[in-house]
């Protein structure tokens, strides 16, 4: 992975650097400056590896390609290939055997591309209803909220539209939540927030009185909340145009300590055998037969050497996966951009402007393991005095991009 080097001009603020840095958004933190990385973080975007695949009921399987070199244009460039048993067919590319009921399929997905415009980066963002603020007391939180939205967006439009990553539709939607009542979409970024954001869905869509009746449980496994791929490709598009966008982040370095702590502290009988496993086998020597057998007791070393192998015994997981990935926020216009720092006040104002019922507050009781001291930058100083000053500043070059998107404060990579 391309690498932000964190040389001296690294630690200090984006504001005032040469003629055609990125601007500060005023958010309580700076992204890093690297006055001579722009190539680099262009290289960075272009190679992250997101292309994936798409499969239908009927067996068929339908790749629908978008390319972000244009993003900026009002028709985005789609390229359509169906392949059956491996077997790789340009799509429009009309064989003389296929059945007239195919074809008609086909001539209809066909056209359902011709309407699929600008669903990524937008000419222009959109500004938020706020109808419902009737006052001036959300004024402060206002303003941080439209200079993040613009930070984020003047980043993406300098950097991604001249990088050409395929980004497949159904797996940029997969982590996106639907409330149909209130019209949202709310991108899932895990250890942000996001079980009691989705039990604050389960609310807005009726399901619920309560955000406080409804179990870790209800919130993970149930089947209350749809999906956005869930939804045909004419419901995708419809709901990205018209349905509020909403993402919560969170300082990458916390959120990553917080996922070790949540899933390697304490018993786990999926991420202790699934995970757990495979890491001690590769980075522990000389590990007990105990340890090698249930997988408990992964140190924050061992998983951060997971975390940095090109070569990991195990793939990635959505709790540590990188958010750029997750919810693609250069692609997806987000309307909302709230942060985990600043949950309460963010979340209550989003509330606030899409007139869910007064009674409605977002829960700030911890989902599991209530008795913990929460992740902050202090536990987050512990656990990195664990690991060497190189492998700190990997740790960042891994997240630079969440680091430089949502313009937070360079971590703490000295000790």
Known sequence: ??????????????????????????????????????????????????????????????????????????????????????DATPFLRIASSLTPELFEEQQKIKMLLKQFKQVNLSAAMRPLNKSFIKDDHWKATDEIQEKRRGFLYNFCKKYIKESKPLIHLMRMVSRIYVEDKHKLLYCEVPKAGCSNWKRVLIVLNGLAKSTFNITHNTVHYGKHLKKLDSYDLKGIHMRLQTYTKIIFVRDPMERLVSAFRDKFEHPNNYYHPVFGKPIIKKYRHNADREALSTGSGVQFREFIQYLLDSHRPIGMDIHWEQISKLCHPCIINYDFIGKFETLEEDASYFLRLIGAPEDLTFPNFKDRHSTDERTNSEVVRQYLAEIPATERQMIYDFYSLDYLMFNYSVPHIEP
């Open 1 to 86: 992975m391309a690498c932000l080097l964190m040389s001296s001009c690294c630690r200090t603020p984006l504001q005032g650097r040469r003629r055609g840095a990125l601007p500060t958004a005023h958010s309580g933190s700076h992204a890093p400056a690297c006055g001579d990385s722009e190539e680099n973080l262009k290289r960075l975007i272009s190679n992250q590896d997101i292309k994936l695949y798409y499969s239908e009921e009927s067996n068929r399987v339908s790749d629908f390609l978008i390319t972000s070199q244009k993003l900026d244009r009002s028709s985005t460039v789609l390229m359509e290939t169906v392949s059956s048993q491996g």
